[in-house]
């Protein structure tokens, strides 16, 4: 069956490190990856979309890296603030059906 | 701009009421979308909309129904509500007719729906 993966348990670090989140799949062929920040009691809000013919997309602070044959993303967040605890969202565009699917999200704590 | 508006924030219903979860954009997208959030189970499309007139029905859509009478507002409707439909809701919309390929999502707030 399809299947988005991503860390259910919480990503508790410390402030100044960095942030690795991970989103795997099975059995899609996706031809878009989001990543999506959602803060408690608010609607996810967009961070970055790579393509499945990029291998690493950046964005000041934040990097995306998909591999099409590990079926993975990597999310990194570099010099991690307080700020930047939240739940991180991976979605897909399924090349078959063109829907958007969502992964049930990671939780971030940066610790001061 | 205001982006996605969802209204009401909370509700709670009994079963077998009936109400309608509202949802406007002001940025004239023409892909709308409503999703259900429960807790280990992500994000699940319940319908979505391509455009005025058109509509289309995602993962999860039994006991809901939907219209797009008009760009900006897309209502969710649920009909007879069961306890099984306790969730929070989101709305979203996108510029592009394809969600999630160069047009990403943008959500609303979500309304927070309990059903006893």
């Known amino acids: 069956s399809q299947k988005i993966e991503q860390n259910s348990e919480a990503l508790n670090i410390q402030e100044g490190k960095t942030a690795t989140l991970t989103c795997n799949y099975t059995n899609y062929s996706p031809a878009y990856l989001q990543w999506y920040r959602q803060d408690p009691g608010r609607g996810p809000v967009f961070l970055l979309l790579?393509?499945?013919?990029?291998k690493e997309k950046r964005k000041e602070r934040l990097k995306v890296t998909f591999d099409t044959t590990l079926k993975q993303s990597l999310f990194h967040i570099t010099a991690s603030q307080p700020a930047d605890s939240a739940t991180y969202l991976c979605?897909?565009?399924?090349?078959?059906?063109?829907?958007?699917?969502f992964g049930q999200g990671t939780t971030l704590q940066v610790k001061p | 701009n205001a982006g996605v508006t969802q209204t009401p924030k909370f509700q709670v219903l009994k079963t077998g009421q009936s109400m309608t979860l509202q949802c406007a954009q002001d940025m004239n997208h023409e892909y709308m979308s409503w999703y259900r959030q429960d807790p280990g189970m992500g994000l699940r499309l319940i319908h979505y909309?391509?455009?005025?007139?058109?509509?289309d029905q995602g993962e999860v859509p039994n006991g809901y129904n939907v219209s797009r009478s008009t760009t900006e507002d897309f209502p969710l409707r649920l009909l007879s509500a069961a306890p099984s439909q306790t969730s929070v809701y989101f709305c979203a919309s996108s510029y592009g007719v394809h969600s999630g390929r160069d047009s990403p999502l943008h959500f609303g707030n979500g309304t927070r729906l309990t059903v006893t």
């Open positions: 909309s391509v455009g005025a007139g058109i509509t």
């Open positions: 979605a897909l565009t399924s090349s078959n059906t063109g829907k958007l699917i």
């Open positions: 790579i393509r499945e013919n990029e």
